[in-house]
């Protein structure tokens, strides 16, 4: 009766048909993990290329306009990054900036429409800029100019846009991935604290961000919770104020991309 032949790893002795399997085992292998690397490389969609300073708290001087939704218009000179410098303002964690400003509304009065000096972390991405109100209420240091009065009416375009609503603080550098299903839950807590939502669309190869608001401007960050993270459809009015588009829409017209 012959023997089994069994491989024993230190031994330095390896059969010939073991060699033949681990060979024929080995060859394929060499060949096939290239080409899945390669197509890992090639398919998968790439992670957001934003930036978050953490740690990196500065000082900003700009003019703030909390409607439509807050913006520090910063003064020349402050980004080297070559981003916007219309600034998005966000809130500390997953709170927007409107909780915070009207806290340092209690110290320093009315803040809209001047020229403050803020601090906050800088987050930026694709051409735009955010500032995360890091120190909350005491990220505003003072008002440093009177009110500057602005008479801007805006001219809409109906659209149908296709995309997916994102939240801007995470997608723009603080999180990474911060877009689908594997992000819908924070996106969720993000918009629901008060961050506003953005419609992410892709045109000619190029993202454009929409700022979401409702028909009427008001806020609709509890409207649109369940489209949060999912490919869809809207259809509203858009025009571009501080620096950002904004769509408005109604709410009842958002639909599931099939």
């Not at 089994?4 to 060499?30: A, C, Q, V, Y």
């Not at 402050?78 to 410098?85: F, M, R």
């Not at 429409?113 to 500032?131: A, F, H, N, R, V």
């Not at 005491?138 to 001219?155: A, H, Q, T, W």
Request: hydrophobic share 40%; aromatic share 10%.
């Amino acid at each position: 009766m012959s023997k089994d032949k069994f491989f024993i790893g230190w031994s330095g002795n390896t059969s010939s048909e073991h060699k033949k399997l681990i060979k024929r085992l080995l060859i394929p292998m060499f060949i096939a993990i290239p080409i899945l690397i390669f197509a890992i490389v090639i398919f998968a969609r790439p992670f957001s290329h934003g930036q978050y300073e953490l740690g990196n708290v500065k000082e900003f001087v700009g003019v703030y306009y909390e409607d439509p939704f807050p913006v520090l218009l910063l003064d020349e000179g402050q980004l080297e990054n070559g981003s916007s410098t219309s600034a998005l303002l966000v809130g500390y964690g997953k709170k927007g900036a409107k909780t915070f400003m009207h806290m340092a509304e209690k110290v320093h009065g009315k803040l809209s429409d001047k020229k403050i000096k803020i601090q906050g972390t800088l987050i930026y991405g694709d051409g735009k800029t955010l500032i995360e109100l890091t120190k909350k209420e005491d990220s505003v240091l003072e008002i440093l100019g009177k009110e500057i009065s602005k008479n801007y009416k805006p001219r809409l375009t109906n659209q149908t846009l296709r995309g997916e609503i994102v939240d801007p603080k995470c997608w723009f550098g603080v999180m990474k991935p911060a877009e689908g299903k594997v992000h819908k839950s924070c996106a969720i807590r993000c918009i629901s604290g008060g961050i506003p939502p953005v419609l992410r669309v892709m045109k000619d190869n190029v993202y454009v961000y929409y700022i979401l608001k409702g028909v009427n401007g008001e806020d609709i960050n509890k409207e649109i919770l369940e489209f949060v993270g999912e490919p869809v459809v809207v259809v509203g009015d858009t025009y571009l104020e501080n620096g950002w588009e904004v769509l408005r829409i109604e709410t009842s017209e958002i639909r599931f991309m099939e």
